[in-house]
Each structure stands twice: as C-alpha cells, then as structure tokens.
C-alpha cells in the first residue's frame, strides 16, 4: 500500500519584518511546489527535500545560496546536509563558496561518496568532478547584504556588541533554509542548507549542516530540520535529541516544542524545528517572533509566517 506524501520547509526563524513576509511566502510555496510535484510522481522523499530545499537557495529572499549573509570579508560561505532516513546515507558540505546549490552538492556527497562530509575547495572540487559547475563567489554576493553586513560592522567600531549571537531578538536573523519529506514508498528524509550568520568569522561552521544538530533522519524516529542560533543548537545536538524523543514515544509536535523549550532553558537560544515521523505526524516549533514555513499533504497546502 502507498504511503501518502508529506513535505514540511521551513525559511527561517526570525524577527522578520512586515516588508519580508510576501516574499517570504512566495519563496514557500515555489520551494513546496516543485518538492511536492516530485512526491506526487513517486519520487524519494531525499529527491523532493533536496529540489524544495534548491528552490529555496535559488531565491535570494533566504539566508542560504546566492543573497547569504555575509562573513566578516565580504564572502558567501555556506554550508548544507542531506540525510536520507531509509539506508543513514548522508551528504554534507560546509565553508564552500563557489557552488550556487550546496544542496546538490551534498547529494552528489550522499550518492557517491564513502565518506559523509567534505569542507571548503576539497567539497568544490568534489562536486566539480561530479558535474557541478563552480562558480565565482561575488556571484552569490548581493547590495542587501553588502548594506547589511556594512551596518553591523559600523555598530560594531561604535563600540556597540555584536547582537547576531547574542542581541534582542527583533536584531537577530536566522533565515536558513530546510525541508522534511515523506514518500510514497514510506520513507523519510531531510536537508538543511544555509548561509550561516551574519558577519561570521570566514571558516566558522554553524549547526545546519552538521549530523544530529541542525538536520537528521531516520525512518525509526523522524526527520528533522531547525534554523537559528547555530552554536547552542549544535551544543545540544538539538536534531538528533529531539527525533530521540520521538522514537521513544513523544508525538512530533510534543517533541519540536520541548527541544525549542530545552534550547532556550538550557543556553538562551532562539531558533525554529520542523519534524516528521514516517506515520506522516509533523511537529512545528520557535522561539523567535516569526517563522516562515509551509506544509503539503494530499489534503492540500497550508502556509505561512506564524508569529509567537
Ligand atoms: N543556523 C545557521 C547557522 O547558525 O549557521
């Protein structure tokens, strides 16, 4: 018997103003169009998360592909994993700078690759020899984030603190994109990809393409993806706790919220969860003001930017 398909994306968890939420929503609905499309024609869950998830690193609306924040050099480094719950296999690149879809890249690291991780030129060049074109990072690089990254830089000479990591919630922004997919044939699947944060050190890694923190899946707990302040979460290795929780019995939307509960109690981290268990449960959580997200099921669409 068929599985009914499910996908859940999320767009990031943040204090989004009015001005970004049409945007945001549109981006939405293309990402779950073109991933849905694909669960409707039979395709694997890991085949409709890495399409919503390219879509999504496509629009320069998301902190993730071209229109990233920017590191403290004016670069685009990104990061992203894809995780398929059916076999474990996994693929992830981080601190690459020359590939417009890391997404796809790390699918190439997951279909054909022993190993499960590549960073920097050695991902490039990986994905390269996998048909990848590279391409220059000023590409990726857009006014917005030259604006934005100029203004932080500005406020951090004026001797203002730097709020990215640690600021009012109405200054931080953790647009990183992410998608959790169940197919027809019953399996789970998940990805995460993001641009990391704004004014980073160049080399930092945050925690959405790391295994466990910001992305995971297992068709024996569930399929997870958050957004947020990367380095709390990637201390308590929040994705791999919260389909821990899953697998021993909490309901997925039980779970999403006690990890959110457990990242803000435990290290004051704000952030956002999606997750689903292969029964088709989802789960949805944050802490911040807003987050973007969309679901798609055969009962139809349902998205939008909730606000806490
Ligand atoms: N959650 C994205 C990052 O911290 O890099």
């Not at 050099?73 to 417009?100: F, I, K, P, S, Y």
Request: with cysteine; hydrophobic share 45%; net charge negative.
């Amino acid at each position: 018997m068929k599985t009914q398909p499910v996908l859940l994306i999320h767009g990031g968890a943040w204090a989004m103003p009015d001005e970004a939420i049409a945007a945001h929503e549109a981006g939405i609905a293309n990402a779950l169009a073109a991933g849905y499309a694909l669960l409707e024609r039979g395709a694997s869950a890991v085949d409709a998360v890495e399409a919503a998830v390219a879509v999504m690193e496509d629009d320069e609306t998301f902190d993730a592909g071209r229109g990233s924040f920017l590191t403290q050099d004016g670069r685009v480094q990104m990061d992203a994993l894809l995780m398929n719950g059916e076999n474990l296999r996994t693929g992830g690149v981080a601190c690459v700078e020359r590939l417009r879809n890391p997404i796809h890249a790390a699918r190439l690291v997951l279909d054909h690759s022993p190993h499960v991780y590549f960073v920097g030129t050695g991902a490039e060049r990986f994905a390269r020899q996998h048909g990848m074109a590279l391409c220059d990072n000023m590409d990726l690089v857009i006014p917005r984030e030259q604006e934005r990254l100029y203004k932080a830089q500005a406020a951090e000479l004026a001797g203002h603190s730097d709020t990215t990591f640690s600021g009012p919630l109405d200054s931080a922004s953790h647009d990183t994109v992410g998608a959790v997919a169940l197919d027809t044939h019953g399996n789970i699947a998940a990805g995460t990809s993001t641009g990391g944060t704004l004014n980073k050190a160049p080399g930092r890694v945050g925690d959405s393409s790391l295994i466990g923190c910001g992305c995971y899946a297992d068709n024996l707990s569930a399929a997870v993806s958050l957004t947020g302040w990367g380095e709390p979460i990637m201390k308590l290795v929040l994705g791999k706790w919260a389909v821990d929780r899953v697998a021993a019995g909490a309901s997925p939307q039980e779970s999403a919220q006690a990890a959110i509960d457990y990242l803000f109690a435990r290290l004051g981290g704000h952030g956002g969860i999606i997750l689903l268990s292969p029964d088709g449960r989802i789960g949805l959580a944050h802490n911040t003001p807003r987050m973007a997200w969309g679901l798609r099921t055969p009962a139809g669409l349902e998205s939008g930017v909730t606000r806490n």
